[in-house]
């Protein structure tokens, strides 16, 4: 008799991006001839730089013939596409060796999976709100117990909350936990941790040996130099520290599929001595995954090169005007806004402690604005809402014009 992974029917959220979509429908239904703008979205609208076209065009031409065919790659990536990583991560005077990048399909993948290679006793923090792939790999994985609607967290998990107060990047876990996924710049509230705060972070980390899954997605947002954008500029982070990286937002690969994470050698924990762990990540991949598309590979090398970085980041700015356009936007009507300067998204404080979907309801009611509930990433972002930069700019310009025209405030 074949049983399920009950762990599955513990999930209690996921509904968000569903719910949203519902919520969007029956407004349209209802009005129908009305133009809904689109701010909800993290998901890129602007085309592949032209380098990264052309490399996608010669790969798949290789294939076509039979001399240059090639068939299964490494399963932890090709070499030139590693070297081309790790040339990346030297610009920023970190150190990282070919065998300790693993290139993937994707960030949301290697966040998931990288949890399946430590114990199922291990304690995890996470950042609320975040990312919402942490927490439901660990209720799959049997770490938790089940939703509790009332608080909206699960038994088994520790929040560690972002507010206002904190800058949006939390304080330190008052209990021992063992895994911590940080992400920064952090998708929802686009705030970036400073060095400062990376290092209290690296500093625990490396006190009780723990592990921090550190997701750095959005790193090629940050503009302002001071910023980290790789934990490894952290001293020390090498020994207690992962990092899950992504072409998805830097050169639009959402669709394309590429990521790739870092396991250093000197990684350790109580029971896993140098090398242990970046050997388990090779074993789990090499096990569950045959490496990333090889025609994508080359797609992804050439957006790492100098000409192909000068275009993504044409487009990276073109994203981040547009996030200027939301939040002068929002600003100028008088909303607290958060982020939006090194990361694509910003948070704004809704007015009068209006809870989030209410918002929400109330901008697609009054202005047919869609956005994302800061609720649907954790409890503490009731009271926020989420506005994605990944527009096309002639729909975030009408967005804003409809929220200055018809939001009643
Ligand atoms: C978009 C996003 C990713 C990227 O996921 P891919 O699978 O590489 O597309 C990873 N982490 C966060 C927080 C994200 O928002």
Redesign the pocket.
Known sequence: MATININYDKLGAGYLFPEIARRAKAFAEKHPGVELHRLGI??TTQPLAPSVVRALQDAAERLSKGDTYTGYGDYEGEKFLREAIRDAYRERKVEIELDEIFV????????GNIQTIFGPENIIAVQDP??P?YVDTNVMAGRTESFNTVTGQYAGIVYMPCHEHNDFFPELPSEKVDLIYL?SP???TGAVATKQQLTQFVEYARQLKAVIIF?A??SAFISDARLPRSIYEIPGADECAIE??????SAG??GV???WSVVPKSLITEDAPASKLNALWYRRQSTFFNGASNIVQYGGAAALSPKGRRECQAIVDYYMQNARIIRDGLTSLGLACFGGDNAPYIWAKTPNGVRSWDFFDKLLREAHVVTTPGSGFGPAGEGFIRFSAFGRRESTERAMASIRAHLKT
């Open positions: 993290g998901d993937s399909d994707g960030a949301k993948s290697d966040s975040a990312y792939v992400c952090n998708n929802p997701d997605a959005y899950v990286n992504s072409f998805s937002k690969f959402t599929r590429l990521g």
